[in-house]
């Protein structure tokens, strides 16, 4: 078991295509990192690097202290599960976990015990002698899971392992990988494009996008703190209202519709253009108008059982409230909108890269 | 009443269109496959019928359906008298090197293009490697007869071999690049990671996968060598002719030995049609492999 160390890694492909930029960051042992990002975003090519499949343009890759960066992968003692599971369709599944033991020089009976005592772990003792053409979706899974639990390997790499289930079993399995991870002990990146998984499966998320690191941190802080727009964007679903505005007097005024509030307290240095963020969960419908509402029509109303999101037209832009479905809401109604001014986040600007403000008081609470 | 039941189950037949057409086109079919069937094995039916007969049976004016002396003196005459066992010998050895050297040579070529597409020569080389297999192989027959006659290659093993090369490894590259695409990358990865070197991960993961595939090609590769007849007529005389440019000259201007025609060509066909048959599983598995992307 081990940690793992990016330093400065970059990787440009042919000449100028620039997929992972001056990623830099540490995963400590027996850890469970997730990273998340749109595709193309670079998180696939930051685990194939460190896997050994790609080799880094420039920067170093360290596993346990140790400088792997010219390592090839056989040598780096580590297991990746990949997302079309790759497993050897002319081998049985017993063939497809016994594999990576035959590379390294055990004998049958250890082997054989390994390659049972795994199948126990995923429960595939019944399908050991089949191919893998004749195992479902979840069961292909499994074996590909326990291909790498066999051999008892440093890290663990899985790439988007759960993109090709459905979302059931998509479900069962984000909380099986999970437990497995906590039962072995074992250091584990996990890259998706699911911001759900990252959410549930890791200790900490890196957030990446056009091949940089956004935003390292624990899940919850990812989703309540988000380093800037574009992770507050990313993070949560339905995700955050992001509205343009400026800020003038302590007062923020949308660009494109008339909504105005009080810029929450705390956030005194916001000022010119800026993007306010507020979460869906965030939002309530008042009777009494005060200085965080504003008025809104209703475009559509969504039924999801215990709430009901509702669809609001600020100006052409979409803003979305997430309502207990006993709220009474109805469509083409015009309500007063309010903003929680707690949960409230200004970004110092309309790009994505804007950061957010961080209010006085995080920073008191901080220090 | 029973004849009321018969006109009503013409009726119903009759008003039944599924039935009717599904009926006729079920006899259209079977007419067009027993017409082609005919016309393709009634030649091979006829050479090894012929094969059988001795020499006078072949000319009769009533053609014989079936050989009324069945003998194997064509077999034995063209072998021995003629001598063509030299030039059946000299066929094996030529088509058996010039494939396995293709194979041998083709496999890893056409891996390396499967893999590194556009870094190995550029975008277009796969295309020129098959445009190899385009040009009429009569055009370049005469100034390569010169430069084999230059280096004293003529009517050796070694030119028959080199020149089915030129044409076989392009085949071989081609096709093998094909089966070697239709192998995910990802499964190889996989064998990295499971601690194997590239190298091994090729021959204990990759090469598995396309046997069919090189199996199917083998074939293709082995058949062209085997009935070459333009090359082998121009290249060789006496000591490396192949048997196919011996079959002609049998054909004599005051007689021809229709029987020992049949037998070799019986001879020639027997292999291919055997081998296809026992292989056909892996190579109809190896023909569709390349084409169709799973």
Same mark, same amino acid.
């Given at each position: 078991?081990?940690?793992?160390?990016?330093?400065?890694?970059?990787?440009?492909?042919?000449?100028?295509?620039?997929?992972?930029?001056?990623?830099?960051?540490?995963?400590?042992?027996?850890?469970?990192?997730?990273?998340?990002?749109?595709?193309?975003?670079?998180?696939?090519?930051?685990?194939?690097?460190?896997?050994?499949?790609?080799?880094?343009?420039?920067?170093?890759?360290?596993?346990?202290?140790?400088?792997?960066?010219?390592?090839?992968?056989?040598?780096?003692?580590?297991?990746?599960?990949?997302?079309?599971?790759?497993?050897?369709?002319?081998?049985?599944?017993?063939?497809?976990?016994?594999?990576?033991?035959?590379?390294?020089?055990?004998?049958?009976?250890?082997?054989?015990?390994?390659?049972?005592?795994?199948?126990?772990?995923?429960?595939?003792?019944?399908?050991?002698?089949?191919?893998?053409?004749?195992?479902?979706?979840?069961?292909?899974?499994?074996?590909?899971?326990?291909?790498?639990?066999?051999?008892?390997?440093?890290?663990?790499?899985?790439?988007?392992?759960?993109?090709?289930?459905?979302?059931?079993?998509?479900?069962?399995?984000?909380?099986?990988?999970?437990?497995?991870?906590?039962?072995?002990?074992?250091?584990?990146?996990?890259?998706?494009? =699911?911001?759900? #998984?990252?959410?549930?499966?890791? !200790?900490?998320?890196? @957030?990446?996008?056009? *091949?940089? &690191? %956004?935003?390292?941190?624990?899940?919850?802080?990812?989703?309540?703190?988000?380093?800037?727009?574009?992770?507050?964007?990313?993070?949560?679903?339905?995700?955050?209202?992001?509205?343009?505005?400026?800020?003038?007097?302590?007062?923020?005024?949308?660009?494109?519709?008339?909504?105005?509030?009080?810029?929450?307290?705390?956030?005194?240095?916001?000022?010119?253009?800026?993007?306010?963020?507020?979460?869906?969960?965030?939002?309530?419908?008042?009777? =009494?108008?005060? #200085?965080?509402?504003?008025?809104? !029509?209703?475009?559509? @109303?969504?039924?999801? *059982?215990? &709430? %009901?999101?509702?669809?609001?037209?600020?100006?052409?832009?979409?803003?979305?409230?997430?309502?207990?479905?006993?709220?009474?809401?109805?469509?083409?109604?015009?309500?007063?909108?309010?903003?929680?001014?707690?949960?409230?986040?200004?970004?110092?600007?309309?790009?994505?890269?804007?950061?957010?403000?961080?209010?006085?008081?995080?920073?008191?609470?901080?220090? | 009443?029973?004849?009321?039941?018969?006109?009503?189950?013409?009726?119903?037949?009759?008003?039944?269109?599924?039935?009717?057409?599904?009926?006729?086109?079920?006899?259209?079919?079977?007419?067009?496959?027993?017409?082609?069937?005919?016309?393709?094995?009634?030649?091979?039916?006829?050479?090894?019928?012929?094969?059988?007969?001795?020499?006078?049976?072949?000319?009769?004016?009533?053609?014989?359906?079936?050989?009324?002396?069945?003998?194997?003196?064509?077999?034995?005459?063209?072998?021995?008298?003629?001598?063509?066992?030299?030039?059946?010998?000299?066929?094996?050895?030529?088509?058996?090197?010039?494939?396995?050297?293709?194979?041998?040579?083709?496999?890893?070529?056409?891996?390396?293009?499967?893999?590194?597409?556009?870094?190995?020569?550029?975008?277009?080389?796969?295309?020129?490697?098959?445009?190899?297999?385009?040009?009429?192989?009569?055009?370049?027959?005469?100034?390569?007869?010169?430069?084999?006659?230059?280096?004293?290659?003529?009517?050796?093993?070694?030119?028959?071999?080199?020149?089915?090369?030129?044409?076989?490894?392009?085949?071989?590259?081609?096709?093998?690049?094909?089966?070697?695409?239709?192998?995910?990358?990802?499964?190889?990865?996989?064998?990295?990671?499971?601690?194997?070197?590239?190298?091994?991960?090729?021959?204990?993961?990759?090469?598995?996968?396309?046997?069919?595939?090189?199996?199917?090609?083998?074939?293709?590769?082995?058949?062209?060598?085997?009935?070459?007849?333009?090359?082998?007529?121009?290249?060789?005389?006496?000591?490396?002719?192949?048997?196919?440019?011996?079959?002609?000259?049998?054909?004599?201007?005051?007689?021809?030995?229709?029987?020992?025609?049949?037998?070799?060509?019986?001879?020639?066909?027997?292999?291919?049609?055997?081998?296809?048959?026992?292989?056909?599983?892996?190579?109809?598995?190896?023909?569709?492999?390349?084409?169709?992307?799973?």
């Amino acid at each position: 078991m081990s940690d793992i160390v990016l330093r400065d890694v970059t990787k440009i492909f042919g000449d100028d295509v620039l997929a992972v930029d001056e990623v830099s960051l540490s995963i400590e042992d027996e850890e469970l990192v997730v990273f998340v990002g749109p595709s193309g975003s670079g998180k696939s090519t930051t685990l194939r690097m460190i896997a050994g499949l790609e080799k880094p343009t420039e920067g170093q890759i360290l596993i346990d202290d140790e400088d792997v960066t010219d390592v090839e992968p056989q040598d780096r003692d580590i297991a990746m599960v990949f997302q079309s599971f790759a497993l050897y369709p002319h081998r049985t599944v017993r063939g497809n976990l016994a594999f990576p033991l035959e590379a390294r020089s055990m004998s049958d009976a250890e082997i054989d015990e390994r390659v049972e005592d795994a199948a126990t772990i995923l429960g595939i003792t019944e399908l050991l002698d089949r191919k893998p053409s004749q195992l479902s979706g979840g069961q292909q899974q499994r074996v590909a899971l326990g291909r790498a639990i066999v051999r008892d390997p440093q890290a663990f790499l899985m790439d988007e392992p759960l993109a090709n289930l459905d979302a059931k079993l998509r479900t069962e399995m984000r909380a099986e990988v999970v437990s497995i991870q906590q039962d072995l002990g074992v250091t584990m990146i996990h890259v998706t494009h =699911n911001q759900e #998984e990252a959410m549930t499966m890791g !200790d900490r998320v890196v @957030v990446m996008d056009e *091949g940089e &690191v %956004q935003q390292i941190a624990p899940p919850k802080q990812t989703y309540q703190r988000p380093a800037n727009r574009f992770v507050a964007g990313f993070m949560g679903s339905p995700s955050m209202n992001l509205i343009n505005g400026t800020v003038e007097k302590e007062s923020f005024t949308a660009s494109q519709s008339d909504v105005s509030v009080d810029l929450p307290p705390g956030l005194s240095s916001a000022a010119g253009d800026v993007t306010l963020g507020i979460r869906p969960e965030n939002v309530e419908l008042v009777d =009494n108008p005060d #200085e965080y509402t504003f008025l809104a !029509d209703v475009q559509l @109303v969504e039924l999801l *059982g215990n &709430v %009901q999101i509702v669809h609001f037209d600020l100006g052409g832009e979409e803003f979305l409230a997430e309502l207990h479905s006993d709220a009474k809401v109805e469509q083409d109604g015009q309500y007063h909108v309010r903003i929680d001014p707690a949960k409230t986040h200004i970004f110092d600007g309309q790009s994505p890269r804007s950061e957010r403000i961080v209010p006085e008081d995080e920073i008191t609470a901080a220090d | 009443m029973s004849t009321a039941t018969l006109r009503d189950r013409v009726a119903a037949f009759a008003d039944d269109p599924v039935t009717v057409r599904g009926a006729l086109h079920r006899i259209g079919i079977t007419a067009f496959v027993s017409t082609l069937l005919v016309v393709t094995l009634f030649p091979l039916y006829w050479t090894i019928n012929t094969s059988f007969k001795p020499a006078d049976e072949t000319v009769t004016a009533i053609p014989t359906f079936f050989p009324e002396n069945f003998t194997i003196e064509g077999y034995v005459n063209v072998l021995l008298t003629s001598g063509a066992i030299d030039n059946v010998i000299n066929s094996i050895v030529v088509s058996v090197g010039a494939t396995a050297i293709a194979i041998l040579i083709g496999v890893p070529a056409g891996y390396a293009y499967a893999r590194n597409p556009g870094k190995i020569g550029g975008k277009n080389v796969a295309f020129w490697i098959l445009s190899l297999r385009m040009f009429p192989p009569i055009a370049p027959i005469l100034p390569l007869f010169f430069i084999f006659r230059q280096l004293g290659l003529i009517d050796t093993y070694v030119a028959m071999v080199l020149l089915y090369l030129t044409f076989n490894i392009p085949l071989v590259v081609w096709l093998m690049r094909s089966f070697f695409q239709d192998v995910p990358e990802a499964v190889e990865e996989a064998a990295l990671m499971d601690g194997y070197s590239r190298f091994q991960a090729f021959y204990k993961v990759t090469l598995p996968l396309v046997t069919p595939g090189i199996v199917a090609t083998t074939l293709l590769v082995w058949v062209f060598s085997w009935n070459e007849f333009q090359f082998a007529l121009v290249f060789t005389r006496t000591a490396a002719r192949t048997f196919p440019p011996l079959i002609p000259t049998l054909v004599g201007g005051h007689e021809t030995l229709w029987n020992q025609v049949a037998a070799l060509s019986t001879i020639a066909m027997l292999p291919v049609i055997a081998i296809s048959l026992l292989m056909q599983r892996r190579l109809i598995r190896g023909l569709t492999l390349g084409a169709v992307k799973g």
